[in-house]
């Protein structure tokens, strides 16, 4: 199993302004994903960050728009850059630690633009 | 591109009632099935995952089914409590990386 962390748990933000969102685990995993859950909708992927590779992100996300940053196998970063309205979601780290591939999350980071 | 469907989308219980929340998908070349519950504004709680090899699984009053060969899971909650009201997803693994989502069922349990 793994204990997922993430900072912050929610904030508001102002137009055109960028946001970092933390997740820290409490073992060293290969495999991390961030995902946006936008308002009563199901989870959508953003990308994959393996740790030593640079980020694979789903189509309809760009580098530019969520830089993600994986600087060793117990962190990560995701960012909201240049944010909108419509950027107003739940983001959410998953991780999966062993060879089951069972997934687990942290508790999310609630995003509200103005 | 898998496709995970999960149906109903909401259903409201009185307390005590057992109840059968499904999901399907349309590749049956999965590597497992694992079924969460989300409460509001919050994060994903592992309920129960399911390998390709395994029929079932269970714990507590929760009990997972899997058919893959139909596409389909049940996760069947025995003697319902407010306390389980919550969204329930299901997610699908077909290569051990990448993850598809259902949409969700959205329980209610009245006291």
């Known amino acids: 199993s793994a204990v997922i962390s993430q900072k912050p748990s929610r904030d508001i933000c102002q137009r055109g302004t960028s946001l970092t969102i933390q997740c820290q685990v409490d073992?060293?995993?290969?495999?991390m994903f961030w995902y946006r859950q936008q308002p009563g909708q199901s989870l959508t992927l953003i990308a994959t960050a393996n740790q030593g590779s640079e980020a694979t992100y789903e189509s309809g996300f760009v580098i530019d728009k969520f830089p993600i940053s994986r600087p060793n196998l117990t962190f990560s970063t995701l960012t909201v850059s240049n944010m909108s309205p419509e950027d107003s979601s739940i983001y959410l780290c998953?991780?999966?630690?062993?060879?089951?591939?069972?997934?687990?999350f942290g508790p999310g980071t609630r995003l509200t633009v103005t | 591109k898998q496709e995970v469907t999960q149906i109903p989308a909401a259903l409201s219980v009185p307390e005590g009632e057992n109840l059968v929340l499904n999901c399907s998908f349309t590749d049956s070349a999965i590597y497992n099935l694992q079924w969460f519950r989300q409460d509001p504004g919050k994060g994903l709680t592992s309920l129960l995952l399911?390998?390709?090899?395994?029929r079932e699984q269970t714990s507590g009053r929760l009990n997972a089914s899997l058919d893959k060969s139909s596409g389909r899971s049940t996760l069947y909650i025995a003697a319902s409590q407010p306390g389980d009201s919550a969204t329930y997803l299901c997610?699908?693994?077909?290569?051990?990386?990448?993850?598809?989502f259902g949409t969700g069922t959205s329980l209610t349990v009245i006291p």
């Open positions: 998953s991780v999966v630690p062993g060879d089951t591939y069972e997934q687990y």
């Open positions: 997610a699908v693994s077909n290569t051990g990386n990448q993850f598809y």
């Open positions: 399911i390998q390709s090899s395994q």
């Open positions: 073992s060293q995993v290969t495999m």
